[in-house]
T-cell receptor, first 112, second 113 residues
Framework: GENVEQHPSTLSVQEGDSAVIKCTYS??????FPWYKQELGKRPQLIID?????GEKKDQRIAVTLNKTAKHFSLHITETQPEDSAVYFC???????????FGAGTRLTVKP | KAGVTQTPRYLIKTRGQQVTLSCSPI?????VSWYQQTPGQGLQFLFE???????NKGNFPGRFSGRQFSNSRSEMNVSTLELGDSALYLC????????????FGPGTRLTVT
């Protein structure tokens, strides 16, 4: 089955700096890669996703890149703000179904 | 549209008991997936229901089961509870038009003593 690895497990940046979180997946058939943000005590929220027919997607300060050949995808947050502090999860799903496999999460801390 | 709702929000049970958790998806969403979240294991996929049928299943023992009703509401049942079942149980719904794009409920925090 699909296995998703996520790095780093913790990341601390200064406000205004960029943050990058990387994930690798094992199943080349995976074709949907979402990213979720989970604040303390709250539900995971979908913040951006990418499907395998594109290599990059941007939404304001957030971008995701996908390298299908290398089987890795990354989340980029620019101009970080303290409210970006949360745990971020990457995930991959196979064949457009809802059997989602998650990475272990990255705890991002943005220091003011 | 109202979001995904889950009841109860908190539950305390004793080892050996069973528990039923409920999830109401976003209106119009027919797929409901269940996940277990623990500090050690992260988010793990339990199963997915679509149109009252289990469509996908993760690697959990048979003590974990679920069902879905005709209005798309779903229930998850855990029998013979073990201490290791203590976790946050999250459900997520998605629509057929955007498979994979899942919206989570607030979760049920289950504590087994």
């Amino acid at each position: 089955g699909e296995n998703v690895e996520q790095h780093p497990s913790t990341l601390s940046v200064q406000e205004g700096d960029s943050a990058v979180i990387k994930c690798t997946y094992s199943d080349s058939a995976s074709n949907y890669f979402p990213w979720y943000k989970q604040e303390l005590g709250k539900r995971p929220q979908l913040i951006i996703d990418i499907r395998s027919n594109v290599g990059e997607k941007k939404d304001q300060r957030i971008a995701v890149t996908l390298n299908k050949t290398a089987k890795h995808f990354s989340l980029h947050i620019t101009e970080t703000q303290p409210e970006d502090s949360a745990v971020y999860f990457c995930a991959a799903s196979f064949d457009n179904n809802n059997d989602m496999r998650f990475g272990a999460g990255t705890r991002l801390t943005v220091k003011p | 549209k109202a979001g995904v709702t889950q009841t109860p929000r908190y539950l305390i049970k004793t080892r050996g008991q069973q528990v039923t958790l409920s999830c109401s998806p976003i209106s119009g969403h027919r797929s409901v997936s269940w996940y277990q979240q623990t500090p050690g294991q992260g988010l793990q996929f339990l199963f997915e229901y679509f149109s009252e049928t289990q469509r996908n299943k993760g690697n959990f023992p048979g003590r974990f089961s679920g069902r879905q009703f005709s209005n798309s509401r779903s229930e998850m049942n855990v029998s013979t509870l073990e201490l290791g079942d203590s976790a946050l149980y999250l459900c997520a719904s998605s629509s057929e038009r955007r498979v994979g794009e899942q919206y989570f409920g607030p979760g049920t925090r289950l504590t087994v003593t």
